[in-house]
């Protein structure tokens, strides 16, 4: 059994909820972002019974939106009072998991009593992106850079390729943990494990209540005839990669206290995190060096986990991470994770704390949960988190 906390004041996850995720360009394509996030704040606030005057701030993860402020505007749009800022931050991929670890510790640092954190995306609405020419005119680009050239400023695909074949993943087994991905969010979804936690929003076609992703008539044989994408005769290709995704994920972080006058019975006292860099050609192992570096801190090992929720880019680069941490698969996304679901960047490190925080129900006082993320540029993220009664 895990060392308890030895922090009897550490900040609470109370709740979570978030959107559907909806692959890029389907259900929630004319959907903007700050409307994808604000009925996520608005239910969270509803669910909880918390006032809306006891808030201290809102602070969202967003990779590829307009700029601005995306956690004030959602914020308005929520109808939450006008005395609360917002704060947007960006870490890329990172950017949802990174915004609940910054609120977790604006609430130990006694910056407030409660704060909304999570992430939100909308790759389907998501500005395009130019630059000014000497002659004036505007040169049109894909995505930004991420690391200087000296270094080696690789795609995200191509990353994920040396990634497995540095660590030895075959392409059979890239396919068969896609498989199971998708077949787990399946059964998950059967079962009404994702309905506590959707939040339904209102697209160009109707009213979204459930993702769209998962794919029941996925085989193992159709995984095979899937081409590479990235280099010839490479393992990554569509089946075993994720499908961009547009989302919204929060949680309601608090003090101790707070959570108990909500009359909450249990939640998820945060531990610690940790963030490191890696090589940006290898981003896709940055995940585990963070894992490692917070569980040494904290003297945890692996084998103490009882949930982890990592999101699932590429399969070659999270069987990596399992081999790198020696993780037992069995605690690992077993509700499916993003190859099924859908990955929308900015808010997918917040859909795992809301995954994490879904399957702590099933788990006894003491458990311990780890959520983390790789991100472009040679970034690990990963947050540690217990099951305490309040």
Do not use: W
């Not at 389907?26 to 005057?53: F, I, N, Y």
């Amino acid at each position: 059994m895990p060392v308890p906390s030895a922090d009897p004041a550490a900040p609470v996850l109370v709740l979570g909820r978030r959107t559907p995720l909806a692959r890029a360009g389907t259900l929630l394509d004319g959907v903007p972002v700050h409307r994808l996030l604000a009925p996520v704040l608005r239910c969270l606030l509803e669910d909880s019974g918390l006032d809306p005057g006891c808030l201290a701030d809102v602070v969202v993860g967003n990779a590829v939106g307009a700029g601005g402020n995306l956690a004030r505007l959602a914020a308005l749009e929520a109808g939450l009072p006008l005395s609360v800022p917002g704060l947007t931050v960006d870490r890329q991929c990172g950017s949802g998991l990174d915004a609940v670890v910054l609120a977790c510790r604006l609430a130990r640092a006694g910056a407030g009593r409660a704060f909304l954190a999570g992430g939100a995306e909308s790759i389907s609405t998501a500005p395009l992106r130019g630059r000014r020419r000497e002659d004036g005119a505007v040169e049109f680009y894909r995505r930004a850079q991420f690391a200087p050239e000296h270094l080696g400023d690789p795609d995200m695909g191509e990353a994920a390729e040396t990634v497995a074949r540095e660590h030895g993943i075959g392409r059979e087994r890239h396919d068969a943990y896609a498989l199971r991905s998708h077949r787990r969010a399946l059964a998950a979804a059967g079962a009404g494990r994702f309905e506590a936690e959707l939040v339904p929003v209102t697209g160009p076609r109707g009213v979204v209540r459930a993702d769209n992703g998962p794919r029941p008539t996925l085989t193992a044989g159709l995984l095979a005839r899937f081409p590479p994408v990235f280099e010839a005769g490479g393992t990554v290709t569509a089946g075993n990669s994720c499908p961009d995704a547009d989302g919204a994920a929060a949680v309601l972080v608090t003090d101790p206290a707070t959570a108990r006058e909500l009359g909450v019975p249990a939640g998820l006292a945060f531990r610690g995190a940790a963030t490191v860099g890696v090589d940006p050609a290898r981003l896709g192992i940055g995940a585990a060096v963070a894992a490692r570096q917070l569980l040494d801190e904290q003297d945890v090992a692996v084998d103490q986990l009882a949930a982890v929720e990592f999101n699932e880019a590429f399969a070659g680069q999270v069987l990596a991470c399992v081999d790198l941490l020696g993780l037992d698969e069995t605690v690992l996304n077993a509700e499916g994770g993003a190859l099924a679901l859908g990955h929308a960047y900015g808010a997918s490190g917040a859909v795992s704390v809301v995954r994490l925080l879904a399957r702590s129900q099933d788990l006894p006082e003491g458990s311990l949960l780890l959520a983390m993320i790789s991100s472009a540029g040679g970034i690990g993220t990963a947050a540690l988190f217990e099951k305490v009664a309040l």
